[in-house]
């Protein structure tokens, strides 16, 4: 799934020539993201973003094959992590696999943080088997079958500047307002955004040995903290605009 991702495509799309096909779903992109993967032979199919877990779902409903193999535009899949994968399906005792995830900032690899070590939902299961939660930020794979974590690491290069991560955290602080709100027994105060901005801020900094990764570090933490605050901040002022009607 990508938009306007131009800077990181290439990589991600080479890195996954060794499957039958590989399909990039673009959510609008207005920039060369659909041209370049186009021209190293992915399909290209256009979906609406519709929240992560939804969005994600109605791209697996396009694609016909027994496995999939997922990763985002600004990951890249190791060769060792290729040849383990290959290795696991051709013997099929499992119906997922999941691989640690190796994230850079500011073109450091982020060794503690919360960051690391980070497993995140599979990066290949059986389509008939899983489908992802429906939530609008931070989704979930949920397969019904056996899932095995891999040994190998795949990369991970979410951020190519301090502007783009700080605006993809205000971005993820929106679509996780406007899913706290739909839980409509949760009263949401301004409490509640300070104690959990505060929070968010000790559990990446103190907590997740932060300051161990140096200035990445110090900039995770803030940003997490800040981006928690506004999300709590902004469903307030959503669960006003739902009590108006």
Request: proline content about 2%; charged content about 25%.
């Amino acid at each position: 799934m990508a938009k306007n991702e131009e800077s990181n495509i290439k990589n991600s799309v080479k890195s996954l020539m060794w499957c039958d096909e590989v399909v990039v779903a673009d959510t609008g992109s207005s920039d060369r993201t659909k041209e370049i993967a186009q021209d190293l032979g992915a399909k290209i199919i256009q979906v609406p973003f519709t929240g992560f877990g939804q969005t994600r779902n109605s791209v697996l409903e396009k694609i016909d094959a027994d496995w999939i193999i997922c990763f985002d535009a600004d990951e890249v899949c190791t060769k060792e992590l290729a040849a383990e994968l290959k290795k696991e399906i051709s013997e099929d005792k499992f119906q997922a696999f999941q691989a640690p995830r190796q994230t850079f900032l500011l073109g450091r690899v982020i060794k503690h943080s919360g960051w690391s070590p980070d497993i995140r939902h599979p990066v290949a299961f059986r389509k008939d088997n899983a489908r992802y939660s429906q939530r609008n930020v931070h989704e979930s794979l949920i397969v019904n079958g056996k899932i095995k974590t891999l040994k190998n690491s795949f990369l991970h290069y979410s951020n190519k500047n301090l502007s783009s991560y700080i605006t993809k955290s205000l971005r993820y602080a929106e679509l996780g307002a406007r899913e706290l709100v739909q839980n409509k027994n949760k009263k949401i105060t301004k409490s509640t955004a300070l104690i959990h901005g505060f929070l968010r801020f000790l559990r990446h900094y103190i907590f997740k040995l932060g300051f161990l990764d140096g200035w990445p570090g110090l900039i995770i933490a803030v940003t997490s903290s800040y981006g928690t605050f506004i999300k709590y901040t902004l469903a307030i002022e959503y669960q006003k605009e739902v009590e108006k009607g």
